[in-house]
């Protein structure tokens, strides 16, 4: 099922089967290309979701842990996809029958996307309906968690070995803590994760070209996402943007990256 993003519109389905279902992302603008999949808590209207998710955005320290709470009892996120032009992507995400919204992220995040009026976001609305016979899913060759680790913090631990043109699925066990998975091509072969940590830290560059984004939106805790971006063999850069409901702080920050090598 395709959806394309970009500033001069959005263009998402509008039905579906339950079960698996498996969207390919396209976006036309460099202000575009975070896609992801919403489902609104019984009693939530779809502008207190996107006032929301505005705040996330626009808020910092205690105000953002509360913005972040407010957010994941408004709605449960299902993830979807990172893109950026001149390639397509895909993810697919188990659906029950029910209402969906399927947006546009960057819409909430001021001048970083196309900044539109409040209420005038893509926001697309999604209806699942019973299943009927699928065919079944190419198996993931690997799985990217995204957890709290004993004395160390929020880590990304991988099961399995990433490939070329296979699924990758992305599971996010954090307690109470919505959370992404970014993944960055690393051009420099001497790139290491104390660099990554570097940039995290403000004391360092990117050491990637932060344009360059493929992976997944969001997941509320406990949920999981299969996605099929365009991965080249070499290595890349697992990290989230996402803040802790602990100190506001990115969560890559306290060590949530990766360095993982698709071959």
């Avoid at 705040?55 to 953002?64: I, M, Q, Y």
């Avoid at 001021?110 to 009026?117: H, I, L, Q, S, V």
């Avoid at 954090?174 to 940590?197: C, F, H």
């Amino acid at each position: 099922m395709d959806i394309v993003t970009g500033e001069d519109g959005f263009s998402a389905p509008a039905a579906a089967r339950s079960g698996a279902v498996a969207f390919r992302l396209r976006t036309t603008s460099h202000r575009t290309g975070a896609v992801g999949l919403a489902r609104l808590r019984r009693g939530v209207s779809e502008a207190e979701f996107r006032t929301r998710l505005r705040s996330v955005f626009a808020t910092e320290g205690r105000e953002n842990i509360e913005a972040a709470k407010a957010l994941m009892a408004a709605a449960e996120l299902y993830g979807g996809g990172f893109t950026h032009v001149g390639t397509d992507t895909g993810f697919t995400i188990g659906l029950e029958p029910g209402r969906y919204l399927i947006l546009e992220f960057l819409d909430f995040e001021g001048d970083r996307g196309r900044d539109p009026a409040p209420g005038q976001e893509y926001v697309r609305t999604l209806t699942v309906r019973p299943p009927r016979d699928q065919a079944p899913a190419a198996a993931p060759a690997a799985t990217v968690t995204a957890r709290e680790a004993p004395g160390l913090g929020p880590r990304f631990d991988l099961c399995g070995q990433l490939r070329p043109g296979r699924p990758l699925r992305y599971v996010n066990r954090m307690r109470g803590q919505v959370n992404e998975l970014v993944l960055y091509p690393i051009a420099d072969d001497t790139v290491t994760e104390d660099d990554i940590q570097a940039f995290f830290d403000h004391t360092a560059p990117p050491p990637f070209d932060i344009t360059r984004w493929l992976g997944t939106p969001p997941l509320s805790p406990g949920r999981a996402v299969t996605l099929a971006p365009p991965l080249s063999p070499g290595r890349y850069a697992a990290v989230t943007w996402v803040t802790s409901i602990h100190d506001a702080e990115p969560l890559a920050a306290h060590g949530q990256h990766r360095i993982l090598t698709v071959s």
